[in-house]
T-cell receptor
Framework: GDSVTQMEGPVTLSEEAFLTINCTYT??????LFWYVQYPGEGLQLLLK???ADDKGSNKGFEATYRKETTSFHLEKGSVQVSDSAVYFC???????????WGAGTKLIIKP | SAVISQKPSRDICQRGTSLTIQCQVD?????MFWYRQQPGQSLTLIAT?????????ESGFVIDKFPISRPNLTFSTLTVSNMSPEDSSIYLC???????????FGSGTRLTVV
């Protein structure tokens, strides 16, 4: 079945460092891909998405490109801030399916 | 996008008791989803609740343990029944038109069973 694998955390970086959180997937069809973020004590928020191959989702300085050839959707940000500290979840939905398949989440800690 | 009010935000409950979690949405939505997020884990879908029909439960979750009500298009409740410490988790409700549009989540209910 469909699955999402993302890098284990926690990932600890200094402020202004470059961020990459890896996400790879397996799916039978042509899924849509998502990154959700969960700030401490809050619910999840959609950060960005991409619905077809080579699409790039972007929001709040974060980017991720849908790479079908490598079945990946890695999250990147050029310069992280302390306020980016959160748990990041990669997820997919297979075409025609309303359900999301979730990765395990990656905790990001940014130190000043 | 929709705004969800979920309550309680947290509770500490005695084993063997039940807790009902409420989600109120500021607009009418067809589908609502209930998730469990165990400590340090990802989200697991408990059930999908459509107004006017029985909730659809995922494998490993049963109605007797997690009864759900969906009386109208803006409100739903999830009850965690006969609780044990293994039920200690964050419970989240979620709504959305479809996965491609992105789903909105409530802020979660952090449940501790002692």
């Amino acid at each position: 079945g469909d699955s999402v694998t993302q890098m284990e955390g926690p990932v600890t970086l200094s402020e202004e460092a470059f961020l990459t959180i890896n996400c790879t997937y397996t799916a039978t069809g042509y899924p849509s891909l998502f990154w959700y973020v969960q700030y401490p004590g809050e619910g999840l928020q959609l950060l960005l998405k991409a619905t077809k191959a080579d699409d790039k989702g972007s929001n709040k300085g974060f980017e991720a490109t849908y790479r079908k050839e490598t079945t990946s959707f890695h999250l990147e940000k050029g310069s992280v801030q302390v306020s980016d500290s959160a748990v990041y979840f990669c997820a997919l939905s297979d075409e025609g399916n309303y359900q999301l398949i979730w990765g395990a989440g990656t905790k990001l800690i940014i130190k000043p | 996008s929709a705004v969800i009010s979920q309550k309680p935000s947290r509770d500490i409950c005695q084993r063997g008791t039940s807790l009902t979690i409420q989600c109120q949405v500021d607009s009418q939505v067809t589908m609502m989803f209930w998730y469990r997020q165990q400590p340090g884990q990802s989200l697991t879908l408990i059930a999908t609740a459509n107004q006017g029909s029985e909730a659809t439960y995922e494998s490993g979750f049963v109605i007797d343990k997690f009864p759900i009500s969906r009386p109208n298009l803006t409100f739903s409740t999830l009850t965690v029944s006969n609780m044990s410490p293994e039920d200690s988790s964050i419970y989240l409700c979620s709504v959305g038109l479809s996965a491609d549009y992105g789903y909105t989540f409530g802020s979660g209910t952090r449940l501790t069973v002692v």
